[in-house]
């Protein structure tokens, strides 16, 4: 095998010296000795070209039919579905269309994951341009350019209603910006609804003076004729010439209906018409004829005159065309990108960040670490589509039963569509550093190498479409201003095209729009030719590519071309992972790593000949000296195995320091939520004091009014015993809702400095205002104390707690002697439950959420019993299950306490409370 070193001045040299003998070798245009440049505008129409080829080979069309199930307009649809998205033309209108969509995805969920009403938008494009021409709109065209204006209006509003606070203003400014010098006709849509009912779509008497007299002569004119065609068919009708009194039109006049036996009634009148039977006529009385006259002039004069009201408002609208056409253009981005935003949810998409130019990076950055892409488990999104569990319009709903967050860097987290990424696609990392001009893939077929370059592709297309990303964390990538791929087979049989030459007319063309700003994906790059020119061809374009692009990412069976980056710090080498335990590719990328074409492996796997793959493998081995592939293939799976290790490592540490921050914030918010429920329980116990003060008063009255009543008819000796009966029921009153003198808490708390707590201990911290911790470590001799907030474990010093003595003496004495009932009672179901002291301050504070409920209520008992069964099961260690199983015919509640008794993940359960008898509190163990 030759060295690529020793191939191509080889056949570089054969082709200067003698370019006849190589004729048939086709070479592109640009690395041509005696190039001829064309004109510019030969250039932007082929580059205009290569773009549209390439979104058709990387299926831009197919991402835009997923994007176009998300808008709200038929203007919006009709440009998804044709691929009209737009694409920045510029880094700056690309990011301008991430703003936007960052904007609207904020707006959504200040609407609870909604979009905006765009309910009354119709495209009246052509309905305005069939104005500019001279042609006369309808009634029903101009309420539907007059409906278009007033909810353009209205979205603009909304917008703004939504930005009210200088926060929320910021996050929606680019949406904003959009409709910020929009022009939206209010003049004309007030002079459509003067002149036409939309609802009805009629023109009103109002639009002129003489149509409202017109109108009005009419209507005078038809109450006559109507008034004399009843009376003349009336008297008909008496005389029996029809069986029914009969006033109908005829030939656009009014008339009434008479038999042919008795056509004399009516000798003097004009026959209309007669029926087919010829048993009737229709017959014009001679005292209508002026009547109907009339009414036909009025009405041509009214039907004048609503053609004049037409006319003029329809150059009205002709006037404004270019406004109202730049509005529908502006409406038309609000929607894309509130439909951007909705694929992004859709997705769980990330917000992508471009990457700075090289004339903006800094010396620092240069380093080997500094990435030009990085972007960390993106998955293609048309491969994605299968395994998402909802479609789009299922996300416009039942959004109260989501839960939804949007991070500072874009981020969509939903807690409605998955509860993880799927893992279909296989996710894939893409690693460029600042300097790598052209990267080398290579690998086994089948082995996702296309893929991964069109995944590439479309993530930069997307990015400049202002369209989130499949992949995770802060995704980087620069701004192409071309994206031009040969992928797939280019043979033509009408243009006498080979594969090759296929290929490499497509490339030649490539070579000649590139600039420094361009992203160039080749797939199998020599293919398709003698193996020692396609090699040879193959380094010569990468070499021209690594002066002339941004970036080229091409894929090869060339191990050759790996070789290229020895000698030149611009190129890179990737592999697509192959597992030689399964014999299967895992569709991964190793950054950095050649790899090889494992062909024989893959023949073995699918069951071709031993003897031939025995022979194929010796073959192999002679080639290589002294088995240096072998110990290069030893050495690299040595290397993958410590790559798989730390790289599992890494994923575990991160899984850690997202269940760490997942806590912190859900800790924070319960703390922060525990401020606002004390003060509603304060708030609700003096309400309940209150009631219980009217109610003694109440009950006193009572007694004293009975006293009194009594007293008028009570005898001398009678007197003392009714006294004395009265002395006891207001002291029972007494005792019922007065506290105990025996109950007063006189006992100051222990100094903190001389207070030494017990392990299981509950204790206040003074650093969390007070709030209550169990005691997980005895005292150290560092004069620390390890404690337990909630789930979150921390060490203090002794100086920073304070003992809590008698605290259910303080509560009880500190509220009325119902609540001291109520702990007695508590007290007495505690024990049903077995429950004991010491396990009852490992909980920390009892707070009920949404997380720590079931609600078995309208439930059968066998649904009940599997509901409380699964939500004991799914509850963390420590922590406690309000059950809400209500009263009803207590067959929820009874079987709900046998449960709670028997389960062996319940260390004991209470009542919630004794005035709420339809609540259990569990403790799980």
């Known amino acids: 095998m030759l060295l690529l070193s020793q191939l191509v001045p080889t056949l570089t040299h054969s082709i200067q010296l003698n370019p006849k003998q190589h004729k048939n070798l086709f070479f592109p245009r640009a690395l041509k000795p005696s190039f001829s440049p064309e004109s510019h505008s030969h250039r932007l129409t082929l580059s205009q070209t290569l773009q549209s080829q390439t979104l058709e080979i990387l299926e831009w069309a197919s991402v835009c039919n997923q994007l176009s199930a998300f808008t709200s307009t038929s203007m919006g649809l009709s440009t998804s579905r044709k691929a009209g998205i737009p694409l920045g033309r510029s880094r700056e209108e690309s990011q301008k269309l991430l703003d936007q969509t960052t904007a609207a995805v904020a707006a959504m969920e200040m609407m609870r994951h909604r979009p905006l009403d765009f309910s009354g938008i119709k495209e009246v494009s052509g309905i305005v341009n069939s104005a500019a021409s001279g042609e006369l709109l309808t009634v029903k065209e101009l309420c539907a350019v007059r409906r278009t204006l007033s909810a353009a209006r209205g979205l603009f509003e909304k917008l703004e209603d939504l930005a009210m606070s200088e926060v929320c203003r910021e996050r929606l400014l680019p949406l904003l910006e959009i409709l910020k010098n929009c022009d939206f006709q209010v003049e004309l849509e007030q002079k459509i ?68 036996s008795h056509r004399n009634l009516l000798s003097d009148g004009v026959v209309l018409d007669v029926s087919s039977s010829g048993a009737t006529y229709f017959v014009e009385p001679k005292e209508a004829v002026e009547l109907n006259n009339m009414e036909v002039r009025l009405s041509n004069a009214e039907r004048a005159q609503e053609i004049a009201i037409l006319s003029l408002v329809t150059s009205e609208i002709a006037k404004s065309k270019i406004e109202i056409k730049y509005l529908l253009d502006k409406i038309l981005e609000v ?81 409605k569509l998955s509860k993880g990424r799927s893992s279909f696609p296989v996710p894939i990392d893409i690693k460029i550093g600042c300097g790598t001009r052209v990267v080398v893939i290579s690998g086994p077929n089948t082995g996702g190498k296309t893929a991964s370059i069109k995944t590439l592709g479309l993530a930069s297309i997307m990015s400049k479409a202002g369209m989130y990303l499949p992949a995770e964390n802060h995704p980087k990538l620069p701004w192409f201003n071309l994206v031009l791929a040969d992928v797939g087979d280019q043979q033509s049989l009408e243009q006498n095209l080979s594969t090759f030459s296929g290929h490499i007319s497509r490339i030649s063309n490539i070579l000649e729009v590139v600039s420094k700003k361009s992203l160039v994906l080749l797939d199998e790059i020599g293919g398709g030719t003698d193996p020692s020119e396609g090699l040879a061809l193959s380094s010569s374009i990468l070499q021209y590519l690594k002066d002339h692009v941004n970036l080229a990412v091409v894929t090869t069976h060339y191990v050759d071309l790996s070789r290229l980056k020895e000698k030149d710090n611009r190129f890179e080498n990737a592999a697509m992972e192959f597992s030689l335990q399964t014999l299967q590719p895992t569709y991964r990328i190793l950054w950095g790593s050649s790899g090889d074409s494992n062909a024989l492996n893959i023949a073995k796997t699918i069951g071709f000949n031993v003897d031939i793959i025995k022979r194929a493998n010796e073959w192999m081995e002679s080639l290589i000296p002294e088995k240096q592939q072998e110990r290069k293939g030893l050495l690299y799976w040595s290397l993958m195995e410590e790559r798989d290790r730390l790289k599992a490592q890494a994923k575990k540490a991160a899984s850690l320091n997202a269940e760490i921050i997942d806590l912190y914030h859900e800790i924070h918010d319960e703390a922060e939520d525990l401020d606002t429920r004390k003060t509603a329980l304060m708030t609700k116990e003096t309400l309940q004091i209150q009631d219980e003060v009217k109610t003694a008063k109440s009950k006193m009255e009572t007694v004293l009014q009975e006293f009194e009543s009594q007293l008028r008819t009570a005898s001398s000796d009678q007197y003392n015993l009714l006294i004395r009966k009265s002395e006891s029921a207001i002291a029972s009153i007494l005792e019922a809702h007065c506290p105990d003198d025996d109950d007063d808490t006189s006992d100051s708390e222990s100094d903190s400095n001389s ?56 509560s009880v004495t500190g509220s009325s002697p119902r609540l001291k009932r ?49 939500a004991i099961s799914a509850r963390e260690s420590y922590s406690v299950l309000f059950v809400i199983h209500g009263m009803g015919t207590g067959a929820v509640k009874e079987r709900a306490i046998e449960i709670l008794a028997s389960h062996p993940r319940v260390a004991k359960y209470e009542q919630e409370s004794p005035m709420n008898y339809g609540c259990t509190v569990a403790y799980i163990k």
Not at 765 to 771: F, P, Q, S, V
């Open 755 to 810: 207070f030494t707590p017990q392990v299981g201990e509950l204790v206040s911290l003074k650093a969390l205002r007070d709030k209550l911790a169990t005691v997980v470590e005895a005292p150290g001799d560092d004069e620390t104390i390890l404690v337990q907030y909630g789930k979150i474990k921390v060490r203090v010093k002794k100086s920073d707690i304070r003992a809590i003595p008698s605290r259910n003496k303080k």
């Open 335 to 415: 929607d894309l990108a509130f439909a951007r935003a909705g694929y992004a949810r859709w997705i769980n998409g990330v917000c992508p960040t471009f990457s700075p130019e090289d004339s903006e990076v800094l010396d620092f950055d240069k380093s080997d670490y500094a990435m030009s892409v990085d972007i960390d488990g993106i998955q293609h999104p048309l491969l994605l589509e299968s395994s998402l569990k909802s479609f789009p319009y299922a996300l416009m709903s039942d959004s109260e039963n989501s839960v939804h967050s949007i991070e500072e860097n874009g981020k969509i987290h939903s807690g």
């Open 193 to 260: 609804g003067f002149c036409i009912d939309c609802n009805l779509s009629i023109i009103l008497d109002r639009a002129s003076d003489d149509l409202e007299m017109i109108r009005s002569e009419r209507k005078m004119n038809m109450e006559n004729l109507d008034s004399l065609l009843k009376r003349e068919s009336t008297r008909i009708f008496q005389a029996g010439g029809i069986d029914s009194p009969l006033v109908t039109k005829r030939r656009s006049r009014m008339c009434v209906g008479i038999r042919a």
């Open 822 to 870: 109520q702990v007695r009672q508590s007290r007495e179901f505690k024990s049903h439950s077995g429950g004991s002291k010491d396990e009852e301050v490992s909980y920390g504070p009892v707070v009920q959420t949404s997380k720590n409920t079931v609600d078995l209520r309208g439930m059968r008992v066998e649904e009940a019993s599997y509901q409380l069964e699964m």
